[in-house]
């Protein structure tokens, strides 16, 4: 009889739950879709600072949490920090890197940048499994990469689904008639690309001035779908990514997109019409904007991403944790 497993998720995100509803939705949503398949599930917050005192005191923490509830493995949702001291609990230790963790381009110090990817570096020689968010960040692994599988995170097709566009904006208070363009610019507006976007937008009003360019942020993750729903196209004009859950969001609302060459994301938009992913150039994307606009219909993304389920990317999470245990002796599998 298979023993459902204990994991204990590490992350940094719970704690800015109260300012930022939006911070770490993707963790979140892939711990239900485990419990959903039996794998029992407990958390630990390592919180946000960089203070080394801090950092210590939380790993003491962790320790002690470890001892107390003994689980089956530890699985750190980020590289950096959170990885790094996720792999000093004496458990086997899974490790998922999303993105900047491996990425230069945040804008954040380069001395800051350095150091949380040498440290997710470090992490990887330690951790039993790694899981990457997309090839290109596989890539970037200094070492482990064969042992590095390629996971991107799930999506919910069951709140992203297409709907009426003009219930949408009645319900946004946005206009009926004009074109809209939406950029997700979440908490870091220079790294999604603001500048280029408001750039691209110059060129698409020379062609079609009534364009809107819709910028939000911080958004409640269940009201995500209305936004979908009510633009012409998202714009995707990121400097780095590791696969942007906005993407595949759009996709499961069958919403065109426009993007740079960044994370998964011309994998994502392969064979996807109408959509584009293009150089990052602002000549470049305001005409692959107005291509868009001026058709104003809906994509067949949502055949595309039919297979990142959160249903089917817990499966392979699973099967990750099966790995991870394999090579310690144990009576207990992984199992659902």
Not at 82 to 101: A, H, L
Not at 157 to 168: D, H, K, S, T, Y
Request: charged share 20%.
């Amino acid at each position: 009889m298979l023993i459902k497993p204990l994991v204990l998720m590490v992350s940094n995100h719970w704690g800015s739950k109260g300012s930022t509803p939006s911070a770490g939705i993707f963790v979140d949503r892939q711990i239900a879709s485990l419990e959903r398949v039996g794998v029992r599930i407990a958390t630990f917050d390592i919180g946000t600072s960089h203070s080394p005192i801090r950092i210590v005191g939380k790993w003491l923490e962790l320790r002690k949490l470890v001892r107390r509830l003994n689980p089956d493995l530890v699985h750190a949702q980020y590289g950096t920090t959170t990885g790094f001291v996720s792999t000093f609990v004496s458990k086997p230790t899974v490790i998922s890197y999303c993105g900047n963790d491996l990425l230069s381009g945040a804008s954040i110090s380069k001395r800051r940048t350095c150091l949380g990817i040498f440290l997710s570096n470090v992490a990887a020689l330690r951790a039993r499994a790694l899981v990457c968010k997309s090839t290109q960040l596989r890539q970037a692994l200094w070492w482990c990469q064969h042992r590095a599988v390629v996971i991107p995170s799930g999506v919910d097709l069951n709140l992203f689904i297409p709907g009426p566009q003009n219930e949408a904006r009645k319900e946004l208070g946005w206009n009926l008639e004009n074109p809209i363009t939406l950029i997700n610019v979440g908490a870091d507006p220079k790294r999604k690309g603001i500048d280029l976007a408001q750039a691209a937008m110059e060129v698409v009003r020379a062609r079609l001035p009534n364009t809107e360019l819709q910028v939000i942020s911080n958004v409640e993750p269940i009201r995500m779908p209305l936004y979908y729903r009510a633009a012409d196209v998202l714009l995707c004009a990121s400097r780095s990514e590791g696969s942007p859950n906005v993407v595949k969001e759009a996709l499961a609302c069958n919403l065109p997109i426009v993007s740079t060459p960044v994370g998964d994301v011309p994998e994502r938009l392969a064979n996807v019409q109408p959509s584009a992913v293009v150089s990052r150039d602002a000549e470049a994307i305001g005409e692959a904007l107005v291509k868009v606009l001026l058709e104003r219909k809906r994509s067949n993304g949502r055949e595309h991403v039919a297979s990142l389920s959160l249903e089917n990317i817990a499966q392979r999470i699973v099967d990750v944790y099966r790995i991870a245990l394999s090579s310690r002796p144990s009576n207990n599998s992984v199992g659902t």
